[in-house]
């Protein structure tokens, strides 16, 4: 009996040739153990993201949700509620108003690569990718500095779950309350002594004259920090992993740096990590033969779509010449990601500035030790090693 | 299931069968059609699926508020059959529908 658990930890290291079943096989899927249907094929996925109506976030977006997050934040609400929560914060990410961020995230990439230039070998997530996506973060959200390691592991943990109890354990919750209580002190402080940053605007900002309701400014202020500091430092560490298991492509945007924003396309097609959310639905819906009831869950497996054949013509092959566009990396239809370009511009800069300092590395370990999570795959350790 | 006429940069005309409820945006990218970037995947944040609709203007529902701020950032010249393609969806009812794609999105 075919089984998909997005608990397991097979399913967190390898959930492809499960995917492979799960389209060819059971393209309309119940899940037991995630209590929830699984949707794999590009075009069934796609056609639930045009229809929030009943494909709903508002119950709640990541495969495990953390308290209290439906309906208060960007992707745990449905518009209109959703748009105009999006309209308040969309202006800062808009690619022609990130430009100004271009030579301070430089400048923190080239400080990041100094400390490990010249170690034999790192841990590209540990010493490098974490210490970059944390100040880029605090540089774009305008967060003082002092807290940046702490709010970065917390930010790791508060998306993991327990493969155990299928649930977020103690500690899970233990730092998504701490990110809430550091959230409200940049609130407080924000309010109090107002800067030209996003959480100034945010935090003051009124929605058709209603002030926005405080748990909705403190926890998309939260799910902001965790979003920007987990989903960009996982995604990093995917490429660079990509860029030791492919050689030629590597040695290829070393000498030809323009060609870094192809790969990264390639690489949010061919396994990304923000690889499956989900929605619930609002009424009943017959797909392949089956009829999922309104209020079910419905896992959309990203990861999954990107690696359909029905659409990438051989899916399983990493080619960076593809421009795959139409990918499933970022999501898509409303909720698509707020920070896609941020993260494009961010991961072009880090990598330009890595492959200048570091064109040649092999991964150490054979068998990484894999996220436990049912929303994000990304290694926990990449050690790095140069010749 | 209904059809759309994508006209490239280039002058080349595309033909699409889109099935209803996908936008002319997901109906280009998923067919290859040259001319759209679609950076923000749909999300009306980019201004990278701008169009010109040339056909069944008339049927179309006016662009929302989100739509025409958007349409003040696209790079090409704005008209005034321009939309953004990832808010619209197709139906029936624009079966046929003639779409050109301007020569840079970015
Ligand atoms: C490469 C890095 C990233 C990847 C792969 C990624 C992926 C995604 C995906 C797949 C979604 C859709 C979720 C859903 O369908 O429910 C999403 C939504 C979102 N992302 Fe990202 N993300 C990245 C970086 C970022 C960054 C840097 C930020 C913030 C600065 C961010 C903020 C958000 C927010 C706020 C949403 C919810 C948007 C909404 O519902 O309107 N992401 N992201
Ligand atoms: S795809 Fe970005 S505005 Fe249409």
């Not at chain 1, 896609?340 to 068998?367: C, G, L």
């Not at chain 2, 595309?14 to 679609?38: F, I, K, R, Y």
Request: proline fraction near 5%.
């Amino acid at each position: 009996m075919f089984s998909f658990d997005p608990y397991s930890p097979a399913v967190d290291a390898d959930p492809f040739p499960f995917y492979k079943t799960l389209r060819d096989e059971h393209p309309c899927f119940w899940s037991p153990e995630a209590e929830m249907w699984v949707l794999s094929r590009y075009t069934d996925i796609v056609t639930a993201l045009n229809d929030w109506q009943t494909y709903s976030s508002a119950s709640g977006n990541l495969m495990t949700e953390l308290p209290n997050r439906a309906g208060s934040t960007l992707g745990t609400s449905d518009p209109p509620r959703h748009d105009r929560l999006r309209a308040l914060v969309q202006h800062a990410f808009l690619r022609r108003n990130l430009e100004a961020l271009a030579e301070p995230m430089r400048a923190i990439a080239r400080e990041a690569v100094a400390e490990i230039k010249d170690a034999k070998e790192f841990d590209f997530i540990g010493d490098f990718s974490s210490k970059f996506t944390v100040r880029v973060l605090f540089a774009a959200l305008g967060l003082p500095l002092g807290d940046e390691q702490t709010v970065r592991d917390k930010a790791v943990l508060m998306v993991q779950s327990d493969p155990k109890t299928r649930a977020k354990g103690p500690e899970h919750i233990d730092a998504y309350n701490w990110m809430r209580e550091y959230a409200a002190g940049v609130i407080a402080e924000r309010r109090k002594n107002p800067q030209n940053d996003l959480i100034s605007h945010f935090s003051m900002a009124e929605i058709d004259g209603d002030k926005l309701d405080e748990m909705e400014v403190l926890l998309t202020t939260t799910t902001l920090i965790m979003a920007g500091i987990e989903s960009l430092g996982g995604f990093m560490s995917m490429f660079a992993l990509n860029m030791a298991d492919f050689p030629e492509a590597r040695r290829q945007l070393a000498a030809n740096p323009e060609l870094i924003a192809d790969a990264v396309e390639e690489s949010l097609r061919f396994n990304t990590s923000a690889q499956r959310f989900r929605r619930r639905l609002q009424k009943d819906v017959t797909l392949h033969g089956q009829t999922m009831k309104a209020g079910d869950f419905v896992c959309l497996a990203y990861g999954s779509g990107n690696r359909d054949e029905r659409q990438f013509a051989n899916p399983d092959v990493y080619d960076i010449t593809r421009k795959p566009k139409g990918h499933l990396g970022f999501g898509g239809g409303v909720h698509a990601c707020l920070g896609s370009a941020i993260a494009r511009i961010a991961i072009k800069i880090a990598f330009e500035e890595f492959f200048k300092a570091i064109p040649e590395f092999r991964r150490v370990e054979a068998d990484l030790p894999w996220m436990p999570s049912s929303t994000f795959r990304s290694p926990l350790r990449l050690v790095l090693a140069r010749p | 299931m209904s059809k759309v006429t994508f006209i490239e940069p280039a002058g080349n005309a595309v033909d699409v069968d889109v099935a209803d409820g996908w936008s002319l945006m997901q109906a280009a990218t998923s067919n290859g059609v040259d001319g759209m970037e679609a950076e923000c995947s749909g999300s009306c944040a980019c201004a990278t699926c701008h169009c010109y609709v040339e056909s069944h203007e008339e049927l179309l529902p006016a662009p929302a508020e989100n739509e025409l701020a958007m349409l003040d950032n696209v790079a090409a010249e704005r008209r005034s059959n321009s939309r953004l393609a990832c808010q619209i969806k197709m139906s029936d009812a624009l079966d046929g529908i003639v779409v050109r794609l301007p020569a840079t999105q970015v």
